[in-house]
């Protein structure tokens, strides 16, 4: 599409994410969307639309283009030693004006973790583009053009609970001089108290540009063909259980994109406002072995291929989010994915948590059509 961006967006209350990927507009991004719309993310536009949500007068000469997010499923590096800590779990990274927001959902640490050692119980962004092993990640990731030669990744560090989990919400003050999108595709690295690497995730968000900067990126296959055919997606339409007793009542529809890993695009409204929590599967989403949504007991347990992908539940940790109305408008990632093709995924239960770990919703997986 060309042209202007039409200000009648604004009337789109209750909207959470704009994507305007893959277009070519002119012109600004209307102040009046601006005004009234406190947007998560305004995803990928191309051209040179501004697309700022702190009423259109962010600080672009820090790198920070709005307030949008990133989020990375936290594993052990395959080369970490057996006597190591083994985080697992989830980071959410929020990008302002004043800086990066670390929050962590991470278990598996040190307890407690306290250092004075360089990188020592250190969380940071890396350089690199993969977590294939600790070496792959590189040095700290900042922009040298912007905020000189001082590390800003220097003394930000976690703390964990008497169980070695962190539920941690780190500052990096004035960011690393990147924008969430430059931010896209780069490692985030735990280290233990020692400054060694122990835990890796990559950063993801609406679109998987590696930088903001890159001028290759491309669609997904998936959306450049125009041909109807089936695509490397399966959908559920999600429904509170029968029965249930409760006041929350969900509903909405799921989106689940299978490549390296399971991305989840998320459109349900009904849930608790602000969905947080640390209780086991609380505010979380599974793939589950049963077929029916029937009951909660049918459900059956978290579904997994354990002779490909181990005995670890890969579903451990993975939750959403919601805003102060109950909606969940974001993606859920899965790192590495569950073990199982898209069409052995097919015709199973997709399973909605609670704060406190109850199921409360469901959908049965379909094939998409494109």
């Not at 600004?28 to 993310?41: N, Y």
């Not at 283009?65 to 006597?83: K, M, P």
């Not at 490692?187 to 400054?195: A, E, L, M």
């Not at 997994?304 to 992908?309: E, G, K, T, Y």
């Amino acid at each position: 599409m060309t042209g202007s961006i039409p200000e009648s967006l604004a009337n789109l209350k209750n909207l959470n994410t704009l994507d305007l990927s893959y277009n070519n507009f002119s012109g600004t991004f209307p102040q009046q969307v601006c005004d009234e719309l406190g947007l998560e993310s305004y995803g990928d536009l191309k051209g040179s639309v501004p697309f700022l949500d702190c009423g259109c007068a962010c600080n672009q000469s820090r790198g920070v283009t709005g307030r949008s997010s990133l989020t990375a499923q936290i594993r052990a590096f395959s080369d970490a030693n057996v006597t190591s800590p083994s985080p697992v779990g989830s980071v959410l990274l929020t990008f302002n004006i004043d800086g990066i927001e670390i929050k962590m959902n991470v278990s598996g640490l040190e307890s407690p973790c306290t250092s004075m050692k360089e990188n020592g119980c250190g969380i940071h962004i890396h350089q690199g583009d993969s977590c294939d092993n600790s070496a792959t990640v590189k040095g700290h990731y900042w922009n040298l053009s912007l905020l000189g030669s001082e590390d800003p990744w220097l003394n930000i560090t976690y703390a964990t609970n008497g169980d070695g989990f962190s539920g941690d919400a780190v500052v990096v003050p004035g960011g690393n001089g990147y924008s969430a999108q430059g931010n896209n595709g780069r490692p985030i690295v735990i280290h233990d108290q020692n400054g060694k690497k122990i835990g890796c995730g990559l950063l993801q968000g609406p679109n998987h540009s590696l930088d903001s900067q890159s001028s290759n990126f491309s669609p997904p296959k998936s959306e450049q063909d125009s041909a109807t055919r089936e695509t490397n997606e399966l959908s559920a339409q999600i429904g509170s259980f029968p029965h249930l007793e409760s006041s929350l009542k969900p509903k909405g529809d799921i989106i689940v994109h299978f490549g390296g890993e399971i991305k989840m695009k998320m459109n349900v409204s009904g849930l608790e406002s602000t969905c947080q929590s640390t209780s086991t599967n609380g505010c979380g989403i599974h793939i589950h072995e049963g077929v029916s949504c029937s009951s909660k007991d049918q459900v059956m347990g978290h579904y997994w291929n354990s002779s490909n992908i181990g005995e670890l539940d890969p579903w451990v940790n993975v939750t959403y989010n919601t805003n102060k109305d109950g909606m969940s408008g974001g993606f859920v990632d899965l790192m590495g994915g569950n073990g199982y093709t898209i069409d052995e995924n097919v015709g199973h239960a997709i399973v909605i948590h609670d704060e406190s770990g109850n199921k409360i919703a469901c959908g049965i997986l379909m094939k998409r059509k494109k």
